[in-house]
């Protein structure tokens, strides 16, 4: 008896050692000088030391439709779940030394039951990518297990966060998985994602084009919005997922946790009252503000290179997580185009699936004029962030700094769109469109009669702003709550939050609306 029980401990001490060892040294040495690090290695700096539990480390494939081939114990991911700062979550890590990571009906299994138990138990999933695609040698086997880590992907969406980390390779139908999750990391120099790759745009465009300027982390972070964040490395990677997942509640059935970084509720900034140029025409730069109201100054800009005219972001007031939406008067004088109405919508529908409170902060001169962007849908892009606004049920809390013009005033969390609480600085200017142009559409006849244009053109500027291009006729019909000064705008938002924190709103029943994608 002693000698069977000896003989299975081996055999299990075998087995482990095997799965363990993933595709050799020889291939573990390689993926190293590539800068990136191994599978396992991730996970251990992902999550609190000595709190991952793994499962199916001794699962392997059946071979695969087109025969044979080596198998290989946990078939080149690693799942299963741990803790990040003492909150579970749920992980896979893809192994490129094992098979280049492919995707297999084996490994597909496994990250299946790792989503399936995240939405369960109510705790995010995060996926770390580095793989060569769907495994060939298993043929439709391989396609069909994509089709089933998407239905998961989509079920698991407003249930629980996704996070994905592109840490390599990621081409073909993979790349889907990670674009309906809630966030994508990716790291420069190393990981790119693509539908088609640079072989295949040769052959049918002619055009020669590297991986990197195709789909690398800077061309999706800059230039199509797929990554919401960029890391030099692997490592600095993993420590902002850590810090991102300290923002988000575990599921939707739960709040985010509180984090008092003794930051006084009744902290007021005088310098904000000196922030906004004298000028309207004059830029200044809307993180001052942000940085200024948030506890400990402590702002997490998501997409902060795409679309950079608007910001959005995860901070905190009171120790409570909130959602940020900003124009950025730096950039493009803050208006409002095709890409900055993508960005925040999509913004402002995850903060509203998991029950973080949203805070606009505006200066919006307006939507972005020409010929490009009504060509390449401003009127639909621009309804999304309208209709995300409009659909919340979170506290909803707005600031007019400064400009708020026409359809864009109403677009960026009105009072007319049902905003719960809406306030504005002194320097606000609430109208239909901007002094010079209502004067010039107003009094163009008288304009242009007149014996000197420009004198006459700059009295009407100045009589419309005094009527119309401030905050207190808006105040006056119950548009704006209150009027406040910049200094204390901290305090106002955090007394407001403790009022809206039970704010429960009773939605028509229905199964879903359409919004304008």
Same mark, same amino acid.
């Given at each position: 008896?002693?000698?069977?029980?000896?003989?299975?401990?081996?055999?299990?001490?075998?087995?482990?050692?095997?799965?363990?060892?993933?595709?050799?040294?020889?291939?573990?040495?390689?993926? !190293?000088?590539?800068?990136?690090?191994?599978?396992?290695?991730?996970?251990?700096?992902?999550?609190?030391?000595?709190?991952?539990?793994?499962?199916?480390?001794?699962?392997?494939?059946?071979?695969?439709?087109?025969?044979?081939?080596?198998?290989?114990?946990?078939?080149?991911?690693?799942?299963?779940?741990?803790?990040?700062?003492?909150?579970?979550?749920?992980?896979?890590?893809?192994?490129?030394?094992?098979?280049?990571?492919?995707?297999?009906?084996? !490994?597909?299994?496994?990250?299946?039951?790792?989503?399936?138990?995240?939405?369960?138990?109510?705790?995010?999933?995060?996926?770390?990518?580095?793989?060569?695609?769907?495994?060939?040698?298993?043929?439709?086997?391989?396609?069909?297990?994509?089709?089933?880590?998407?239905?998961?992907?989509?079920?698991?969406?407003?249930?629980?966060?996704?996070?994905?980390?592109?840490?390599?390779?990621?081409?073909?139908?993979?790349?889907?998985?990670?674009?309906?999750?809630?966030?994508?990391?990716m790291v420069e120099d190393s990981s790119y994602m693509?539908?088609?790759?640079?072989?295949?745009?040769?052959?049918?465009?002619?055009?020669?084009?590297?991986?990197?300027?195709?789909?690398?982390?800077?061309? !999706?972070?800059?230039?199509?919005?797929?990554?919401?964040?960029?890391?030099?490395?692997?490592?600095?990677?993993?420590?902002?997922?850590?810090?991102?997942?300290?923002?988000?509640?575990s599921s939707n059935r739960q709040r985010c946790p509180?984090?008092?970084?003794?930051?006084?509720?009744?902290?007021?900034?005088?310098?904000?009252?000196?922030?906004?140029?004298?000028?309207?025409?004059?830029?200044?730069?809307?993180?001052?503000?942000?940085?200024?109201?948030?506890?400990?100054?402590?702002?997490?800009?998501?997409?902060?290179?795409?679309?950079?005219?608007?910001?959005?972001?995860?901070?905190?007031?009171?120790?409570?997580?909130?959602?940020?939406?900003?124009?950025?008067?730096?950039?493009?004088?803050?208006?409002?185009?095709?890409?900055?109405? *993508?960005?925040?919508?999509?913004?402002?529908? *995850?903060?509203?699936?998991?029950?973080?409170?949203?805070?606009?902060?505006?200066?919006?001169?307006?939507?972005?004029?020409?010929?490009?962007?009504? !060509?390449?849908?401003?009127?639909?892009?621009?309804?999304?962030?309208?209709?995300?606004?409009?659909?919340?049920?979170?506290?909803?809390?707005?600031?007019?700094?400064?400009?708020?013009?026409?359809?864009?005033?109403?677009?960026?969390?009105?009072?007319?769109?049902?905003?719960?609480?809406?306030?504005?600085?002194?320097?606000?200017?609430?109208?239909?469109?901007?002094?010079?142009?209502?004067?010039?559409?107003?009094?163009?006849?008288?304009?242009?009669?007149?014996?000197?244009?420009?004198?006459?053109?700059?009295?009407?500027?100045?009589?419309?702003?005094?009527?119309?291009?401030?905050?207190?006729?808006?105040?006056?019909?119950?548009?704006?709550?209150?009027?406040? *000064?910049?200094?204390?705008?901290?305090?106002?938002?955090?007394?407001?939050?403790?009022?809206?924190?039970?704010?429960?709103?009773?939605?028509?029943?229905?199964?879903?609306?359409?919004?304008?994608?």
């Amino acid at each position: 008896m002693k000698l069977q029980e000896s003989t299975t401990l081996q055999t299990l001490e075998r087995l482990r050692a095997e799965s363990l060892d993933a595709g050799g040294p020889a291939r573990r040495e390689a993926q !190293h000088k590539k800068g990136k690090l191994m599978a396992r290695e991730r996970i251990d700096l992902l999550l609190d030391e000595n709190t991952f539990e793994e499962f199916d480390a001794l699962k392997a494939s059946r071979g695969g439709a087109l025969g044979g081939g080596k198998t290989y114990l946990g078939d080149g991911v690693i799942t299963g779940h741990g803790s990040i700062d003492g909150r579970e979550v749920f992980v896979f890590s893809e192994d490129f030394t094992v098979l280049g990571g492919s995707l297999g009906e084996a !490994h597909a299994q496994k990250i299946c039951k790792v989503m399936d138990l995240a939405v369960k138990v109510g705790a995010p999933i995060i996926g770390i990518n580095d793989s060569g695609g769907a495994r060939i040698q298993e043929g439709v086997d391989a396609l069909g297990s994509y089709g089933e880590i998407f239905h998961r992907n989509v079920r698991a969406s407003g249930v629980v966060p996704q996070i994905s980390c592109i840490m390599g390779p990621c081409a073909g139908g993979a790349v889907y998985s990670p674009s309906i999750t809630d966030f994508v990391f990716m790291v420069e120099d190393s990981s790119y994602m693509f539908v088609t790759g640079p072989s295949v745009v040769k052959t049918v465009t002619h055009q020669d084009i590297s991986a990197e300027e195709l789909g690398g982390a800077s061309a !999706h972070a800059t230039k199509s919005g797929v990554a919401h964040f960029t890391v030099p490395n692997d490592i600095l990677c993993l420590r902002e997922v850590r810090r991102l997942i300290n923002y988000l509640p575990s599921s939707n059935r739960q709040r985010c946790p509180i984090h008092d970084l003794s930051d006084a509720a009744n902290r007021t900034d005088p310098a904000l009252d000196y922030l906004v140029p004298r000028d309207s025409s004059q830029a200044y730069d809307m993180r001052v503000l942000i940085r200024s109201i948030l506890d400990g100054a402590e702002f997490m800009e998501v997409h902060a290179g795409f679309a950079r005219n608007i910001i959005c972001g995860f901070g905190r007031l009171g120790g409570q997580t909130v959602g940020l939406v900003a124009n950025q008067p730096a950039v493009l004088a803050g208006v409002l185009d095709n890409d900055a109405s *993508f960005k925040a919508g999509r913004f402002v529908r *995850f903060c509203d699936a998991f029950n973080i409170p949203l805070i606009s902060l505006v200066d919006v001169p307006g939507f972005m004029p020409g010929p490009d962007q009504e !060509h390449g849908g401003i009127i639909r892009h621009g309804a999304k962030l309208l209709y995300a606004f409009t659909e919340a049920t979170v506290p909803r809390i707005s600031v007019i700094v400064r400009k708020a013009y026409g359809g864009a005033y109403i677009v960026m969390n009105s009072k007319h769109i049902h905003c719960d609480v809406n306030l504005a600085w002194p320097t606000a200017e609430i109208a239909v469109m901007g002094p010079k142009g209502a004067a010039e559409v107003i009094y163009r006849k008288e304009i242009q009669a007149a014996e000197n244009p420009e004198e006459l053109l700059n009295q009407k500027m100045e009589e419309y702003r005094a009527a119309f291009a401030n905050p207190f006729l808006a105040a006056k019909r119950g548009y704006i709550d209150d009027v406040i *000064f910049p200094r204390d705008t901290r305090v106002h938002l955090i007394r407001t939050l403790q009022m809206l924190d039970s704010k429960r709103v009773d939605a028509p029943a229905r199964k879903h609306g359409n919004i304008p994608l």
